[in-house]
């Protein structure tokens, strides 16, 4: 068997690899091993076929960590509008208890809501920006 050969299937065995366990960063090593593949054809030696896949793969792992890093995250299913239907709702709090927290009359109950930390609490409109347990965390308006 030729080296392209095992080098594009180890590659493909990879790639099932990442289907199986959703492991984006496994693509990134099957680039490598493409590379190494395509270094194969070219008739290079076995000592820069792999140095080809370690470069490639290893170079696309790190672009793809430093690209990933610099994107903001999700944000958390307890501030997600798509998940809770109570977030970016408005309420009115008339006042706050010593604690930073207030009894708050909302969809027909009473719930208590908190700020964040580091917010002086204030009265007035407020919207919900997640829910921390069974409180209302909000922020003013």
């Known amino acids: 068997?030729?080296?392209?050969t095992i080098w594009w299937l180890a590659a493909g065995a990879v790639v099932v690899t990442e289907l199986l366990?959703?492991?984006?960063?496994?693509?990134?090593?099957?680039?490598?091993?493409?590379?190494?593949?395509?270094?194969a054809h070219l008739g290079l030696p076995i000592a820069l076929q792999i140095v080809s896949a370690a470069i490639v793969g290893g170079g696309a792992v790190v672009a793809w960590y430093l690209i990933k890093k610099r994107r903001p995250g999700d944000p958390s299913a307890r501030a997600d509008r798509n998940v809770n239907l109570d977030v970016g709702e408005t309420i009115m709090i008339d006042s706050w208890n010593p604690d930073g927290t207030t009894s708050v009359k909302y969809r027909g109950a009473t719930w208590t809501a908190i700020h964040r930390a580091?917010?002086?609490p204030s009265?007035?409109?407020?919207?919900?920006?997640?829910?921390?347990?069974?409180?209302l965390l909000v922020d003013p308006v």
């Open 1 to 4: 068997m030729e080296e392209s």
């Open 21 to 39: 366990t959703g492991t984006f960063y496994l693509l990134m090593v099957a680039v490598g091993l493409v590379a190494a593949a395509l270094a």
């Open 118 to 120: 580091g917010v002086t």
């Open 123 to 135: 009265t007035g409109m407020h919207r919900v920006s997640e829910l921390v347990g069974n409180r």
